[in-house]
């Protein structure tokens, strides 16, 4: 079975056990969360809405989607809750100047800070990316 000068394979070495599943960043989840609207999975652009859940929305998708809820979409799961305009508020976001959206670093040659968020908070000044609460 060795064939190599009498090794003897064990039971662990030759059975595969079940695979591990695996576990998603809780950091890039809470970025993906303030970065891409919920339904459409586009990056968030003016006007931005949210539902009474807190999720992030772009109020074109929003409207789309109660115009023709027939249609088939990948995360129609994520607005069954909004039944109507009643149901969104708009936000007066403040834009974040330190951040630089586009004009990032591409290359992948220094450190890219992902939780740079694009909007602060007016009052307080905090990043608008889920670390703070």
């Known amino acids: 079975m060795g064939c190599d000068g009498g090794t003897i394979p064990k039971r662990h070495e030759l059975v595969k056990g079940p695979k591990k599943v695996e576990k998603v960043d809780r950091n890039a989840e809470l970025v993906a969360k303030w970065t891409y609207c919920a339904l459409s999975q586009e990056k968030l652009k003016r006007p931005i809405v949210t539902c009474e859940l807190g999720r992030l929305y772009n109020k074109d998708a929003v409207i789309e989607y109660l115009l023709d809820k027939s249609a088939e979409r990948p995360n129609s799961e994520a607005v069954t ?22 004009r990032r670093n591409t290359k992948g040659d220094k450190y890219e800070d992902i939780h740079c968020g694009m909007f602060i908070c007016p009052v307080v000044g905090l990043e608008m990316n889920g670390k703070h609460r």
């Open 81 to 102: 809750h909004i039944r109507g305009t009643r149901d969104i508020k708009e936000l007066n976001l403040t834009d974040n100047p330190e951040w630089e959206g586009e």
